[in-house]
């Protein structure tokens, strides 16, 4: 559906990280996880963080939310994409 619909496709599921990623005819999908979408959200405006701990909160609420707790270097490595985006 994501593919038909040039939209993104929100999944934690490896398996469908690992189609797009080995699939040739879904190379053009783009699927984003939770942690990818709270980090657009803040680039995109609509969550407004001055540092990365501002953005580590969010994250931190989200993972009591759910319950689902975010892989650290997967973490670490979004930090610094935020700390980077907020030094522009």
Same mark, same amino acid.
């Given at each position: 559906? &994501?593919?038909?619909? /040039? &939209?993104?496709?929100?999944?934690? *599921?490896?398996?469908?990280?690992?189609?797009?990623?080995?699939? =040739?005819? $879904? =190379? *053009?999908?783009?699927?984003?996880? &939770?942690?990818?979408?709270?980090? *657009?959200?803040?680039?995109?405006?609509?969550? *407004?963080?001055?540092? &990365?701990?501002?953005?580590?909160?969010?994250?931190?609420? $989200?993972?009591?939310?759910?319950?689902?707790?975010?892989?650290? /270097?997967?973490?670490?490595?979004?930090?610094?994409?935020?700390?980077?985006?907020?030094?522009?």
């Amino acid at each position: 559906m &994501a593919k038909r619909l /040039n &939209a993104i496709l929100l999944s934690e *599921n490896i398996g469908i990280h690992r189609v797009i990623e080995f699939h =040739s005819k $879904y =190379s *053009n999908v783009v699927v984003w996880t &939770a942690l990818e979408t709270l980090e *657009n959200i803040v680039y995109k405006g609509f969550l *407004n963080v001055h540092s &990365a701990e501002d953005f580590l909160r969010y994250v931190r609420e $989200y993972e009591h939310d759910t319950s689902h707790i975010f892989k650290s /270097n997967r973490l670490k490595q979004s930090l610094r994409r935020i700390e980077s985006w907020l030094r522009r």
